[in-house]
């Protein structure tokens, strides 16, 4: 057998997981769709002592509208199902777009939305993504609390978030865009589903008179975490979106950003210029989707 | 040996009942415990695809699901499509096409193109492909393993 022993817990509510992760403290650990996590524990990277299997909880799976018109998705809700709802591709078609990235799709049949987010991997798409679409994260414990931490906050390092051991991550609330938004996800790997060797996510919107009002922009696998981008609000916001702002955009970001490793499968020079490539293009098509309103 | 758990878990409509460790992977469990050993394991960590089951109907890894999940769940295995006399439909156009040179991967590559096929009728070779990455063939046969899945395709569509 490949993992190391464990305990195994099955609650089938939300109340009996948190007490179950009360009495376990830092010697339990959640299990959500386990694409992760079970690969780890199979090379035995990872060893938790006890396991807190969520999947008996269907309370967890759902992906409903919010009164402000966005989204709240349970953290157990799988990948694929996002990824084919026509409820988050009509309000955000960034993330079916995204989603396709994401493992293989058998990967995602199984993984869940809210575990990647938890799982804080800076290679995973979905850490990234919440942290430029700046989603709500309820994050619930017993005895505690109900708290909501916006992603930027909730992510503190590789594999690192503010979650207790005898806290869950509860749901994901995303809220609605403003008009005129538009959204992008470039990325660069060696095959399909395989780690991004770069990859940039920007979300922008347009005023009335068609200047960038807003724009957040991430770039991810060039750095020890996801970074978000403090040059392009500080380029764009303000002024119109020409193909030389853009540009000087992606210029001063991949110069002063980002810190891209060389490893096996790209050199940090290779990584700096297929940045600026990415850069370009996420943000061309974000404000032209934004001009055709979104 | 640790705790074990009891399970009931359908595999290819039979019901088996099990005491089985938490840390006994499905893949294992199949292989080892039920003696179903259509399903291979290669990589063990999610990426190869050659251990794909249906769990519930969906296209999963076995390597990366406890068999203590399992429990009350449905599970299909590449033992459940055809026998040798009769072949399934999506097996005969593998064989016909020459889609299989050492036939490890296969089983991870039919489970995954069944299911596929009944959601996508008529797959375009994007879709295929698309639909396959999550597959590796070591022998690098993957354009006999498109014809396949088109000529399969097109027979299934026929016989409906």
């Known amino acids: 057998m490949k993992p190391v022993n464990f305990d195994y817990y099955a609650p089938t509510s939300v109340e009996e997981a948190l007490d179950t992760l009360a ?13 992760s996590l079970i690969a780890a524990m199979n090379f035995r990277m990872a060893r938790p002592g006890a396991l807190v299997d969520l999947n008996n909880i269907p309370e967890l799976s759902y992906i409903k509208p919010t009164p402000e018109g966005g989204l709240a998705i349970g953290t157990m809700t799988r990948v694929y199902a996002v990824e084919h709802s026509p409820e988050v591709a009509k309000r955000f078609p960034l993330l079916p777009e995204v989603a396709k990235f994401i493992a293989h799709p058998q990967i995602r049949r199984r993984g869940t939305f809210g575990g990647a987010i938890a799982h804080a991997d800076p290679a995973g798409q979905l850490p990234s993504i919440s942290m430029v679409m700046n989603m709500k994260c309820l994050i619930k414990g017993k005895g505690k609390e109900d708290r909501w931490v916006d992603a930027p906050d909730l992510i503190i390092g590789p594999f690192m978030t503010v979650i207790e051991p ?19 996800y470039e990325q660069v790997s ?27 922009m991430i770039l991810m696998g060039v750095g020890e975490l996801p970074i978000l981008s403090t040059k392009a609000s500080e380029i764009l916001v303000g002024n119109k979106p020409t193909t ?12 002063s950003e980002i810190d891209p490793a060389t490893d096996l499968h790209g050199t940090a020079e290779y990584r700096r210029s297929i940045t600026r490539v990415l850069i370009v293009r996420s943000l061309t098509e974000a404000f032209a989707r934004a001009e055709k309103g979104g | 040996m640790s705790q074990t758990f009891p399970i009931s878990v359908t595999v290819n409509g039979k019901v088996y009942n099990r005491e089985v460790e938490p840390r006994l992977l499905l893949s294992d ?6 003696g179903l050993i259509g399903t291979h394991v290669g990589c063990e960590h999610g990426i190869c695809g050659a251990c794909t089951i249906l769990f519930d109907g969906e ?13 009350g769940h449905e599970i299909r295995t590449v033992e459940s499509l055809g026998t040798p006399d009769h072949l399934h439909p999506l097996q005969q156009s593998f064989k016909d096409k020459h889609a299989l040179q050492c036939g490890f991967c296969t089983p991870g590559f039919l489970m995954t193109l069944v299911p596929f096929l009944e959601e996508h009728p008529n797959p375009s070779e994007d879709e295929i492909r698309e639909a396959i990455d999550g597959n590796i063939c070591r022998c690098t046969g993957y354009e006999k393993i498109v014809e396949a899945v088109e000529d399969a395709a097109a027979k299934l569509s026929q016989a409906k």
Do not use: W
Not at chain 1, 194 to 205: D, E, K, N, P, R
């Open chain 2, 29 to 34: 469990f199949l292989r080892h415990d039920l």
């Open chain 2, 59 to 71: 296209p999963v890894r076995s390597c990366l699901i406890f068999a203590v999940q399992a429990n």
């Open chain 1, 244 to 255: 030389e702002a853009i540009e000087a955009v992606a210029e001063e970001a991949a110069a």
């Open chain 1, 23 to 35: 009495e376990l403290g830092y010697n339990g650990k959640v299990l959500a769709g386990g694409q």
């Open chain 1, 190 to 216: 060696r095959q399909n589903g395989g780690y991004a060797q770069a990859a940039v996510a920007s979300i922008v919107t347009l005023d009335e008179k068609d200047n960038c009002k807003d724009v957040r």
């Open chain 1, 166 to 184: 005898d806290e869950m991550l509860a749901e994901v609330v995303i809220n609605p865009l403003p008009a005129r938004t538009g959204a992008r």
